[in-house]
């Protein structure tokens, strides 16, 4: 089994501020994390590795300077990390994201299976899997809730709106997976200190491809950014008895008029 | 094929799911009207004559018929095939696809294959002056902003949640219907099993009030408890993603990977309020939540709260609202 995971240094959404003037996020400063899915599908690795032998490389396409952080994502359960750092990454669309992925992937020569998370935290657009598996030419099993894998092909559940789909398909295939698959491990320190030297960072022109070329690929820029954050009442109440504590919410709520009480 | 209309296509509908469909097909009218332009939709597998004459009085000036018996069951890879051809052949400005689950892995897909952008739970579009350039908007950052997007080339792609638009009919409005053959191809992707997961005939994207459970509710059993709750504001109860796709009490979600509500009243409760969960329930007119930590994020979006016992709280808010109610 050889096995690639795509992760992503997301930005932490939860940690987004607004300016409470203009009502826009503000954007600058903002943490960044590994995406959650993104560690369902490392601590997945991990297991079928430890079930069928292989490996597990991870491959991103980040920021300047953010393979440093990838020791983290290693250490869950990679063997090694190859990090596109690159200005431009996060800024173009998703189309320019899977064609660098793709390219990093090819560079790393054969693989049985790539893995994904189902979405990322701050795009959310759950686009790159599908594309990613479009560009590879390979079948795809989106929102994995189960996995396995038998006689060379993969068998995956997939939570739908209507149902649970079970899905194969000959491998190499790609999966994007739910936070319901499993429970990512949380790796030592040590673990961590110790997977610094795995890994690897290159540039654009390390797996042939040059920043004109990946503008061309992204064919949608966001040219407007609007806040919508609408103002709420908070009228929050606390250390009171509950029984007092909902009389006075029912009668802010009557006066408010979000709920009619009965004619008296 | 040969399926150039003579009023350039502005819009092609298609959803696997015949409610996003007419829905859909509603909003690509209302912007073909604006445009001069004509609204399409592509249909696979096989339809009635009865559902095909809907689809002129829901708004297809035109309607694209696959009629394969091997289109019944959704396979993205065949699907994807399908579509590419047809939208090569058809060449229109703005491609529309129902935003369920199997909307949201085929549209991405298919942007590949025709080498487009794309434009995820997109809630707007337009197609702007003499070059009708298209611009999309879309919620981003669950729910900080919206954020509008410019494509630099044609088609442009987008997917749009089911519920977001409601179908529009108008009798007797016809639909031109066009018969199509394309190459299915082949997919190594097998459907082994659907098991079908139980499914609430109320729409709760239309609901007016909703209880939505947390992680706060501990046990299958004390849902009894919300739904009485639910019963007295005449809502319906839903609840976060851990309590459906982790615990299976109920067969979908609230949050942006689930279902996004518009109530006028929304009562959290035990809801401690991820940023994805937050996205699904922020177009409510009003929210009250419930839990019992003070620092819990939802406090921070809500318009009423109860800091307490989830087990205390909710009991004696049956019990108040039933007073005045």
């Known amino acids: 089994m050889r096995t690639v995971v795509c992760v992503k240094y997301s930005l932490d959404v939860g940690e987004i501020r607004t300016d409470p003037s203009t009502r826009k996020p503000i954007l600058e400063g903002v943490p960044r994390k590994i995406n959650d899915a993104d560690k369902n599908a490392l601590e997945e690795a991990a297991r079928l590795k430890q079930k069928h032998g292989g490996s597990v490389r991870i491959v991103s396409y980040g920021p300047l300077e953010s393979g440093a952080v990838f020791n983290q994502a290693v250490a869950i359960g990679a063997d090694e990390a190859y990090v596109v750092e690159d200005s431009l990454a996060g800024q173009l669309d998703t189309a320019a994201t899977a064609f660098v992925l793709a390219a990093a992937i090819r560079k790393l020569g054969e ?24 560009r590879l030419g390979i079948p795809q099993i989106c929102y994995a809730r189960k996995l396995s894998v038998e006689d060379g092909y993969v068998v995956g559940e997939r939570d739908l709106e209507d149902g649970y789909e079970t899905v194969r398909a000959p491998m190499p295939v790609l ?43 992204s064919s949608i820029a966001p040219t407007g950014l609007q806040g919508t954050v609408m103002a709420r009442k ?13 009389e006075m919410i029912v009668e802010k709520m009557i006066q408010d008029k979000v709920i009619t009480p009965r004619a008296r | 094929m040969r399926l150039m209309s003579e009023q350039p296509i502005a819009i092609l509908v298609f959803s696997e799911d015949r409610d996003t469909m007419l829905e859909l097909l509603a909003k690509s009218r209302e912007k ?70 199997r909307g949201r892995e085929l549209a991405p897909r298919l942007a590949e294959r025709l080498g487009i952008g794309c434009v995820s739970e997109c809630v707007d579009f337009e197609i702007e002056g003499k070059e009708r350039v298209v611009k999309m908007q ?5 729910g900080l902003a919206l954020t509008t997007y ?59 009030v909703v209880v939505d459970a947390g992680r706060g509710v501990k046990k299958r059993e004390d849902l009894k408890l919300l739904e009485e709750l639910a019963e007295v504001l005449g809502g319906q109860v839903a609840c976060s993603r851990p309590l459906a796709a982790d615990k299976g009490w109920f067969s979908d979600w609230i ?30 007119k009003a929210i009250l939540a419930i839990d019992s930590n003070p620092d819990a994020p939802i406090f921070s979006m809500a318009d009423y709260g109860v800091v307490g016992d989830l087990y205390e ?13």
């Open chain 1, 234 to 246: 908070e009228k929050i109440i606390k250390d009171k008895p509950a029984t007092d504590a909902v």
């Open chain 2, 150 to 208: 410019t494509f630099n080339r044609k088609p442009a792609l987008a997917t749009i949640s089911p519920s977001l638009f409601q179908k529009k009919t108008v009798k007797g409005r016809e639909v031109k219907i066009v018969k199509v053959q394309a190459k299915l191809g082949t997919s190594k992707l097998s459907v082994a099993e659907l098991r079908p997961k139980e499914r609430s005939s109320r729409k709760l994207e239309a609901a007016r």
């Open chain 2, 32 to 101: 073909a009207d604006e445009t001069h332009s004509e609204s399409s939709v592509a249909v696979l597998g096989e339809i009635t004559e009865d559902e095909a004459r809907e689809l002129g009085s829901c708004g297809a000036d035109r309607a694209y018929l696959m009629e394969s018996q091997d289109l019944a069951v959704f396979n993205v890879e065949i699907y994807c095939n399908v579509l590419s051809q047809l939208i090569s052949e058809v060449k229109p400005e703005v491609i529309l696809v129902g935003g369920t689950r």
């Open chain 2, 138 to 142: 879309r919620i981003v950052y669950g």
């Open chain 2, 313 to 325: 709280v909710v009991p004696a808010l049956i019990q108040a609202l039933k007073k005045r109610l």
């Open chain 1, 111 to 134: 693989y049985d299976l790539v893995l994904c998370g189902e979405a990322t935290i701050d795009g959310f657009s759950s686009q790159v899997g599908p594309r990613l598996a479009e």
């Open chain 2, 255 to 284: 949050g942006i990977s689930g279902k996004k509500i518009r109530s006028d009243l929304c009562v959290t409760i035990g809801v401690s309020g991820s940023i994805q969960h937050k996205g699904g329930i922020r177009d409510s």
């Open chain 1, 175 to 217: 999966v994007s997976v739910t936070m319901e698959l499993n429970i990512p491990r949380m790796p030592t320190l040590l673990e961590v200190l110790r997977a610094k030297k795995q890994v690897h960072v290159w540039k654009l022109e390390d797996i042939g491809l040059s920043r004109e070329r990946i503008q061309e690929i």
